[in-house]
Each structure stands twice: as structure tokens, then as C-alpha cells.
């Protein structure tokens, strides 16, 4: 059988970058391994639904560059429907066909009689030894049960699990799990208003769709043995995916789960694109907003719980392809480094060909500055990229694409003594000499100096200030050669006459 994955969010709100990573290897494991990977929208909790969710996801997918080849949104729909709530009646004859065989059972207990059998039973949980207690089918005669449907009762149908019996299966990244029903509680399959649960509906869904490999998060590794145990009962058990547990994504500080709240507190985003919650009106910050590059984000993100085993740590979409297995993920969960993730933006960008990340921050650039040549504009990102972090720090370079307002006070303070020494109308002549050779003008800098009875160090010092507003910047031959003889003249005279 073909390797079929699927990564299966829900939509109550954006995209958790925890979420992008799970995607992420299901995506890498399917076409190392020539399969398909599937998008699908798990929306049994209806409650919980927040528009415009879906659609970020979808959106997020595409941004990131693991987009599904089936699933909502993608592909030819050969297995659709992809959403859970589109596939609400079929659920049903599963769940029906757990009762007539004895492993599932109506309950028709009140919120009110739940909660007045966890304030007598102390840690209650509804299992094979308290569902006695309770108004179900086991508890009910069969004539009682019969009305109480006839007369369209509020009802759930929950799973009968043993009563003391060792759940076994095999985990990809763990080993052997195994977990006794005591520690277990009969879990609901079916709710009151005909949605199933989740655990009913992924297990239903991943038989039809043909799922071979079930790769989600370490959170849902305590729900795999109800899953396991759903397989047996419904006459899976042969054609059962493989588990495959992702550690978490931990805090920066390893002390629990990465939330949005860690990302506001020390200043990173924690979901692929911007969003805006349809309550609140939050606006929360995406890594695309923020000035990343997909290709960086996902090579950050799939070291998140997985190593190549190799100390390489750049890789292509394709390499982690090549390179990507389940033997090499972590069991631990995996701290967030903020600091990493920069380091991973700024080697992309110094990576990128000029032209495409003068594509990239064009927008940006002619939004803050107004219209710039394109051509120009490679050419200040081939001078600047390797002092970029984000692509939007491309606005620290203003003095690149218009002219300087105003000196730094400090940066005049440190040049002021040239004015004593430097012929300024000496220094314009040799400007104007100037070809478009920055190894020229750096030998013709140094010929000057030492000509004029000038510290080249001094000299340099005063010609950045004049060029860029402060004493930190690109190589001054470069810089000239970018903003060409007469713009460079012209600062030089306009801080000269400020010192």
C-alpha cells in the first residue's frame, strides 16, 4: 500500500507554528516516501468553529510551501469530502455498528446527573466501574431504552471499554506503548446532535481515506489507545495506520507548550501569516509579516524535533526530503529558540539571488520610500543583505533611497577635528574621478589620505558619516559606487558644512 498521510487541524482559530511543523513532516514523509498528503478539516466541535480559520490554514500551507496534493482546497477531491462536518451522516452506521456488537452503548445522563455523580465519586471518570451507576443502556432495561429513543431523549453513545484489559501498539518514534482501560474512560463517539468526536471520526475517516501513517502531536498520544481499540472493534485492526508521536513544542525555557502569550512576552510570532481574531479584532503578527522567508521557517521548524544526523544544518526543501526520517525525531520535546530562527532568516536571505529579494522587498520598500528603479533596488540588496535579518529591515537602509535629514550627533562628534585638515574641494575633484570600481576608489581613498597628510582612518570615518548619516554602514567603495559620484559629492559638501 502507498504511503498516505494527512494533517488534520481544526478550525477554531489561526494556525499554531506547533501545528505548521506537524504538517510539515507529514509533508516531508510523504514524498520521501512517494506518497500523498492529505489536508483535512476536523470541525466535529462546532462550538468552537471561528470563521475564517480554514481559509489561514489553506492560506498558511501555501505560504509555507508544503502544499497537500489532496484535501480540502487541493487536489481532485478523489476521497472528499475533506471536511468532518460534510461527512456528519456517515458517521453514524459506524457508530451503530459498534452498538450492535456490543462495544458502544447509549448514555442519557443529564449535564446536571453528571455532575451530581463526580461530586459522590471522588476523581470521577464514566468507566466500567462507575457507568453502572449512571442512565445508560447497561443500566437501563431494554424496553426503558427503546421509549427513551422513541421519544428522541438526549442521548450520547459512548465506546464499552474492558474493564481491565492492556492496550499494546507500537509507536514509530516511542516503541512499545502500552496503557491499561483502568487508566482509560469510555469516551463519547457520537454526541447529542449527530457530530461524532473526534476520536470516532479521525479513525473512521483515516480507514476510508486509506491513511497509512497517523502523525500528529504528543498531545493526542494518551487518546492512541481508544483509537487502537476503535480499530479492533469496527474490524480494522489489519489495515491499522502506523503512530507516530511528535514531541512537543516547548517554551523558549523548556517549562511547557509554546503559546501566544510566550510569543507576545518576549517578541516573536507564533503563527505563519497575521491574524485577526473575528471577536476580539487582535491583530496578532505572522512570520511572513514579520519579514521571514518560508524556505528559513521551514528549515527552522524541522529541526524542531529532528536531526539529520549529520552537523548540517542549511538544508533545501529537497534535502530534507532526502534526509528526513521518522528514526531521527526526538522523543524530548523541543525548546523554541527565537535566536536560531534569525540566524536560519538571515542565512537565507544572504543566500537569495539579488533579483528575487529585490522581488521580495519591493512592496515594502516603494510603501516606506516611494518608487524605486528595480534595477537599483538589486543592487542595494546585493550591497546590504548580508546585514539583514528580516526582509523588512530593509528600512534601516532609508539613506540608500532618499537623502539624509540628519547626522547623529555622536557620529559628528567623532569627524569634527577633519575640518582642520581636510581640503574639501580637493576631496570632490577625486570624487569626480571616480569609476565604478570599488577596488579603484579604495586604492585612491588611501593615496589620498596619505597625500594630504591624512589618518585613512579618520578620512573614512568622516566620508561614512557624510554617506550614510553614522559610523556604521556597508563598505565605503561600495557605497559610492551604488549611489554614484554626484549623490556621493553632494553628502560629502552638505556634512562637511555641518561640523
Not at 46 to 72: D, H, M, T
Amino acid at each position: 500500500m502507498s504511503v498516505r498521510v494527512r494533517f488534520a487541524p481544526s478550525p477554531t482559530g489561526p494556525l499554531h507554528i506547533g501545528g505548521v511543523r506537524t504538517a510539515l513532516y507529514n509533508y516531508l514523509f510523504a514524498k520521501k516516501n512517494n506518497g500523498d498528503f492529505i489536508l483535512r478539516i476536523e470541525d466535529t466541535d462546532q462550538n468552537r468553529f471561528v470563521p475564517g480559520a480554514e481559509q489561514y490554514i489553506i492560506e498558511s500551507l501555501k505560504w509555507i510551501g508544503i502544499e497537500p496534493n489532496e484535501g480540502v482546497g487541493f487536489g481532485d477531491g478523489m476521497h472528499a469530502p475533506y471536511r468532518q462536518s460534510d461527512r456528519k451522516d456517515s458517521y453514524r452506521q459506524y457508530a451503530e455498528q459498534l452498538l450492535k456488537e456490543g462495544y458502544a452503548y447509549y448514555a442519557f445522563d443529564t449535564e446536571e446527573e453528571l455532575e451530581n455523580l463526580k461530586a459522590i465519586i471522588p476523581n470521577f471518570k464514566y468507566d466500567a466501574q462507575t457507568r453502572q451507576q449512571a442512565k445508560n443502556s447497561l443500566t437501563l432495561s431494554k424496553e426503558d431504552v427503546t421509549q427513551r429513543l422513541a421519544n428522541n431523549e438526549h442521548f450520547v453513545i459512548r465506546i464499552k471499554l474492558p474493564e481491565d484489559e492492556t492496550v499494546r501498539f507500537t509507536d514509530e518514534i516511542r516503541g512499545n506503548v502500552l496503557v491499561s482501560t483502568t487508566q482509560m474512560d469510555d469516551k463519547v463517539l457520537l454526541k447529542s446532535d449527530g457530530m461524532p468526536t473526534y476520536h470516532l471520526a479521525n479513525v473512521c475517516d483515516d480507514y476510508v481515506m486509506k491513511i497509512t501513517h497517523v502523525i500528529r502531536g504528543e498531545e493526542w498520544l494518551p487518546s492512541a489507545p481508544l483509537h487502537v481499540l476503535l480499530y479492533r472493534y469496527l474490524g480494522w485492526e489489519n489495515v491499522m495506520p502506523k503512530f507516530a508521536h511528535l514531541p512537543l513544542l516547548l517554551k523558549p525555557d523548556g517549562n511547557g507548550k509554546l503559546s501566544k502569550r510566550d510569543g507576545d512576552r518576549l517578541g516573536f510570532p507564533v503563527f505563519p501569516l497575521e491574524w485577526s481574531d473575528p471577536k476580539t479584532k487582535e491583530i496578532s503578527s505572522g512570520y511572513k509579516q514579520r519579514g521571514y522567508l518560508p524556505e528559513a521557517v521551514v528549515n527552522m521548524l524541522a529541526f524542531l524535533g529532528w536531526n539529520p544526523g549529520t552537523e548540517q544544518e542549511l538544508f533545501t526543501q529537497q534535502e530534507l526530503i532526502n534526509a528526513f526520517s521518522l528514526e531521527h525525531i526526538h522523543k524530548a520535546g523541543a525548546k523554541f529558540d527565537f535566536e536560531k530562527a534569525k540566524w536560519f532568516n538571515a542565512e537565507y536571505i544572504k543566500n537569495t539571488d539579488n533579483e528575487i529579494l529585490a522581488n521580495l522587498v519591493q512592496q515594502n520598500v516603494q510603501q516606506k520610500f516611494g518608487a524605486v528603479d528595480k534595477s537599483f533596488l538589486i543592487k542595494v540588496v546585493g550591497l546590504v543583505k548580508e546585514r539583514l535579518t528580516f526582509l523588512n529591515d530593509i528600512e534601516h537602509f532609508a539613506y540608500l533611497f532618499q537623502p539624509i535629514e540628519q547626522y547623529e550627533e555622536t557620529s559628528l562628534s567623532k569627524v569634527n577635528k577633519i575640518k582642520e585638515v581636510l581640503d574639501i574641494d580637493k576631496l570632490t575633484l577625486l570624487f569626480n574621478n571616480f569609476s565604478d570600481d570599488s577596488v579603484l576608489i579604495e586604492t585612491s581613498l588611501k593615496e589620498f589620505a596619505q597625500n594630504n597628510e591624512l589618518k585613512i582612518g579618520e578620512l573614512m570615518k568622516f566620508i561614512r558619516t557624510s554617506l550614510v548619516g553614522e559610523l556604521s554602514g556597508p563598505a565605503i567603495p561600495d557605497l559610492i559606487v551604488l549611489l554614484g559620484n554626484e549623490t556621493s559629492i553632494n553628502r560629502i559638501k552638505n556634512c562637511f558644512s555641518q561640523l
